[in-house]
């Protein structure tokens, strides 16, 4: 007796669906209705199409300034979907895009052609015997902290309980305990990855070094599609948590604060900073210094420095006396708590950062991004908190994200993640709630660009994109951007995997062949041997 499985009554109303349509809305993209019929029957996942409901909730990404129309979106409920959908969109006229959380902030999640989805893809599993968690691509953080806590084992991650492995940990992942643990992709035991043509290998510093180094730093949706990730963790009790605040509207509070960014830039980046102290300084508005008042409502601005010590919590007050004891500093909490709770509530007690109204939905949204090396001059942090003070709205939001111990201790070569000399990554991020207020706030970060620039190294954190930026090649991946290519060759040939800032070719200052590299010899020992299709032991 023949079974009607869900999978089969929603092919047959898939079908059905489908028989009604044009067979323009096939042809435009080089595809038959059968080829879209019969690729939905090898499906686990299904496939939405332009005109089906679901089509405009499903194409969009979580920045709404982002509006890309895919010719359609396979969702992926097992690993063999993935297989499917590369193979479908191989005969397709327009680059295919990946997508496990849409939260680039440059819109590549997303595009013209075949949107590969697969958030489906979202399992976790802790062994905390052996220290090691696997994690499927589209894990969300949410997912996989709460897997981690149960166990007390922990590896760093952001702070959007949204945001997934895959994009996160390609583009290197910062989070609140990367001083003290490094970068997320710097805890990568290995990982399992689906080439354009279907096939799976593993990537690891055994097997396959080179996609290795190349997919942690190299950024998402490069080589090939990341399917899981096994991570190195740790045991990891309660940590402290702190947040100090000061106010930016008096000249006497503008001078507070510049000494205050100065203690910060003096014992709490780089070489002095303590080895389990990450520190995150915001430029915000908010609607008071204790909660209680409605957002969006009085906004004023502020200096805010937050920071969790993953260590004891009395260790953690010695450290961030000094500073608490600064001319204007007044403090709003510290606690002792687990991790996810005071990954939670660092950026959103007593007020979220940004602030943005009750019942407001996330708003359009652009950013910029610089990497800073250097001590700044007491008269560089003054002019950063003076041109933050002429934001066009309440709503734009500047953090600086310290580096220093584990992230600047992982040897350079070792990943395509350069950025092991930096002293803080600074951000800024503005935001409209209706067109009209875009011009004023895209200005705004221009200039907050032309200030910022001279104070930087040039480099930017890949995972901050801009879809203008220039020289983006040599901002993300430095030298390691020739390895890249390298890799990029090898693992996919015939250039499936591509976007607007994918991995160029090394050109010379002619437009001819860029100059002969060096690689470092761990990369060219791998680049030289073939492709190994077995599994990591």
């Known amino acids: 007796m023949l079974v009607n499985t869900k999978k089969r009554i929603r092919d047959r109303i898939l079908s059905a669906h489908w028989d009604r349509r044009d067979d323009a809305d096939f042809h435009r993209f080089q595809m038959t209705r059968e080829q879209v019929k019969a690729t939905q029957s090898q499906l686990r996942g299904y496939i939405v199409m332009p005109g089906d409901p679901e089509y405009d909730t499903d194409r969009q990404l979580f920045n709404p300034v982002f509006d890309a129309y895919p010719s359609m979106i396979v969702y992926c409920a097992v690993e063999s979907d993935v297989a499917q959908a590369l193979k479908l969109a191989s005969d397709a006229t327009q680059p295919f895009a990946l997508r496990s959380s849409g939260h680039c902030t440059a819109g590549f999640s997303a595009g013209s052609g075949i949107l590969i989805d697969v958030s489906m893809l979202n399992d976790v599993y802790v062994d905390a015997a052996n220290l090691v968690a696997s994690a499927a691509c589209a894990c ?4 996989l902290t709460e897997a981690l806590q149960a166990q007390g084992m922990h590896v760093p991650v952001g702070e959007c309980e949204d945001v997934c492995v895959a994009g996160f940990m390609q583009g290197g992942g910062y989070g609140f305990t990367s001083v003290a643990f490094g970068m997320n992709c710097d805890n990568v035991i290995d990982m399992r990855v689906m080439l354009a043509d279907g096939s799976i290998v593993t990537a690891s510093r055994e097997l396959n070094y080179d996609l290795w180094w190349a997919m942690r730093g190299g950024t998402g949706g490069t080589f090939g599609v990341l399917l899981s990730v096994r991570y190195r963790l740790r045991a990891l009790g309660d940590v402290f948590g702190w947040a100090v605040i000061w106010p930016l509207e008096t000249e006497q509070d503008m001078q507070n604060a510049t000494g205050a960014l100065l203690e910060l830039q003096a014992n709490f980046m780089l ?11 915001s430029l915000c508005y908010q609607p008071g210094i204790q909660g209680g008042s409605p957002p969006g409502v009085d906004m004023r601005p502020f200096l805010m420095a937050r920071g969790l010590y993953a260590g004891d919590g009395d260790a953690g007050q010695a450290i961030i006396a000094p500073l608490c004891a600064l001319p204007g500093a ?14 939670v509530r660092l950026l959103n007690e007593p007020y979220g950062m940004p602030s943005f109204p009750a019942g ?6 652009d ?8 001590d700044l001059a007491p ?3 003054r002019a950063m908190l003076e041109l933050f003070k002429r934001t066009p709205n309440q709503y734009s939001y500047a953090y600086l994200e310290f580096y220093g111990g584990a992230i600047n201790a992982y040897p350079r070569q070792d990943s395509a993640f350069i950025h092991r000399d930096a002293a803080f990554d600074i951000v800024l991020d ?7 207020e875009k011009p004023a706030a895209v200005a705004f970060l221009e200039e907050w660009i ?9 480099h930017i954190y890949q995972n901050y994109p801009r879809l203008d930026q220039d020289e983006y090649a040599w901002r993300y991946w430095d030298d390691a951007h020739a390895g890249l290519y390298a890799v990029k060759l090898k693992y996919d040939p015939g250039q499936a995997f591509r976007f607007a800032q994918c991995v160029p070719p090394l050109m010379g200052p002619d437009g001819g062949l860029g100059p002969v590299i060096i690689l470092p010899p761990a990369l060219q020992k791998a680049l030289d041997q073939p492709i190994e299709y077995g599994y990591a032991k």
């Open 330 to 343: 007044m403090t709003q909490w510290t606690a002792t708590s687990d991790f996810n709770d005071l990954n």
């Open 430 to 436: 503005v935001f409209w709630l209706v067109e009209a």
């Open 379 to 381: 008269e560089e942090w």
């Open 450 to 458: 032309a200030l910022i620039e001279p104070m930087s190294n040039g």
């Open 271 to 281: 070489r002095n900073a303590a080895p389990l102290m990450t520190t995150q300084v």
């Open 360 to 365: 407001t939905s996330w708003p359009c949204e």
């Open 367 to 374: 950013k910029t991004a610089r990497y800073v090396a250097r």
């Open 140 to 143: 969300p953080f949410s997912k």
